[in-house]
């Protein structure tokens, strides 16, 4: 497959990306290299990109905990004080090897080190290959509250090895396909369609899909940058996706989703928002919430939870002026952006969901 160039970063896949780094390395003549890791990718993916790794720089590994809840400005803390006591200058580099996790805040701790070093993301979920490893937004959650604190700022070079994805357990890959699912139903009938049966799709679908998704991602973050229009529709389904993420996360009697779990919940209750709104298909919106129901199951949510989960809408980074803005549809590929909706509409919506 061919590299892939947005905005002064080229993504890389598969056998493009090492002969890509080792050029990089080679040619940059950085001083240190940190490679940034959890516990999980530096003891499933760390050996094997290291052996691809051709450099005769010194290389540090910073590893973190593994999770959502560890996405804070206090892991950034520990890592800033690593990198200061390894004497990281401003002509280091930051490798981030993971998940979403890993390559939001490890692009964060690198853009903000004396005022930003060069980074690297290698994504290692589908979830971050296919949404995080484009468009350069990093940063960490502030509480219980998603990607509250951030900047957007682009790596040298996006690094996706799909054979990352052998390491992955089964609600990890589910939970990135969300992401994928999402951009058939923004792009149009013609992406939306190879997601219609799941079962038949081969590893050869699979990493096509995902190239695919790049180039989704890529046009739409290339035409708008910064989410002053046309990008806010990369966030149909996550208004109420987050604010579900969000109570789950922060509730101790609930179990954790991960987010596409609560993103394919948030794309159900768009659709059904979409058919009230703007007139979308109700045939549609049955089909989509029989399509995510049968492969993600129901997630449970009581009454007495939806008033909860309404009032984390205010945290919304699309929010302006007081105004809770929701993306929707009014077909399969055609999109409308800053949707006021009333609070019995989205109520409906979680009765729709829970039928």
């Not at 990109?49 to 720089?57: A, P």
């Not at 699912?181 to 679908?205: P, Q, V």
Request: net charge negative; proline share 2%.
């Amino acid at each position: 497959m061919d590299s892939i160039t947005t905005n002064n970063c080229t993504i890389h896949f598969n056998e493009n990306c090492y002969p890509a780094l080792n050029k990089h390395l080679n040619e940059r003549n950085f001083s240190k290299i940190f490679i940034l890791v959890d516990e999980n990718t530096h003891e499933h993916c760390l050996p094997s990109f290291l052996k691809n790794m051709e450099t005769q720089v010194s290389i540090e590994i910073i590893e973190i905990e593994a999770g959502e809840i560890h996405k804070t400005i206090d892991t950034c803390v520990g890592v800033w004080n690593t990198l200061s006591e390894l004497n990281a200058d401003r002509k280091s580099l930051l490798i981030n090897i993971g998940g979403g996790v890993i390559t939001d805040l490890g692009g964060f701790v690198a853009c903000t080190f004396k005022r930003g070093i060069s980074y690297i993301n290698v994504p290692t979920s589908l979830l971050s290959m296919v949404d995080a490893s484009v468009g350069g937004k990093t940063g960490v959650d502030l509480g219980h509250l998603k990607n509250q604190v951030g900047v957007i700022s682009n790596p040298d070079l996006v690094l996706i090895d799909t054979n990352f994805l052998d390491t992955l357990p089964k609600n990890q890959m589910r939970s990135g396909l969300a992401e994928m699912l999402k951009h058939g139903l923004i792009t149009g009938e013609s992406y939306w369609s190879n997601f219609k049966n799941l079962s038949k799709l081969s590893l050869h679908d699979l990493d096509r899909l995902i190239y695919e998704s790049v180039i989704i991602k890529r046009n739409v973050v290339e035409e708008d940058p910064y989410e002053n229009g046309l990008r806010k529709t990369l966030n149909f389904g996550h208004t109420l996706g987050h604010a579900i993420e969000s109570y789950f996360l922060s509730n101790p009697n609930k179990i954790t989703l991960l987010h596409g779990e609560a993103i394919a919940v948030g794309m159900i209750l768009a659709c059904y928002i979409s058919t009230e709104i703007t007139g979308f298909p109700k045939e549609t919106t049955l089909e989509i919430k029989d399509l995510l129901i049968n492969y993600y199951g129901k997630v449970d949510i009581n009454e007495d939870e939806y008033a909860i989960i309404i009032d984390l809408l205010k945290y919304d980074k699309k929010n302006n002026h007081g105004n809770i803005n929701f993306v929707l549809l009014e077909a399969i590929g055609i999109t409308k952006i800053d949707c006021l909706v009333d609070d019995k509409i989205i109520i409906e919506s979680f009765k729709f969901y829970a039928d």
